[in-house]
């Protein structure tokens, strides 16, 4: 897939908004991203986590492993097509944690997904956690990379799609001097 054929399955799923935002960090910008809204559609999350076989499926990964919440439909979904385990990290207590009996062994090839990599925390943690059981992790895939290539995992990084975003502080947003009116769309609730 070409990078403007997945800008328009972006753009066609409704997941890429341009306007006027505040973003969850309260900074403000002219383009608003929800993954979640083209991973609805599994005929395109297919298309995109079919990048991730291209590019890893010679690695032969055994296991998949996600940082919830996002990242998990992201593993499901490329776990499938690479005929391969599926499961996923999650945060107890403030650490990503193997909860529902999840387990790694000693040397299993890991393949770590995420859905948009912002400044990768979350996967550098998971990154940790498998190597702390002792698994071999042979990579990162991640559907968009927003750390503008600030993202290093020391262990080869693949997205499927690189979105740099521009933010503003409200004081000198150049939006709000026009008076556009602004949405706050999404939540880190989850
Ligand atoms: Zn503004």
Known sequence: MT????FNIFYRSGALHTGHFK????????????????????????????IAKEYFGGEQPETV???AVGGIVVGQEIARILGCRSIFAERKDGQMTLRRGFSLRKGERVLVCEDVVTTGGSVKEVIELAQQAGAHVIGVFAVV???GGGANFGVPFLAAMQMQVKTYPPESCPLCAQDLPIDQPGSRQL
């Not at 383009?31 to 991973?39: D, E, K, N």
């Open 3 to 6: 990078q403007k054929e997945i």
């Open 23 to 50: 973003l969850t960090s309260g900074l403000h910008s002219d383009q608003y991203f929800q993954c979640a809204l083209v991973l609805q559609h599994p005929r395109y999350a297919e298309q995109l986590c079919s």
């Open 65 to 67: 492993i996600a940082p």
């Open 145 to 147: 990379d927003r750390s």
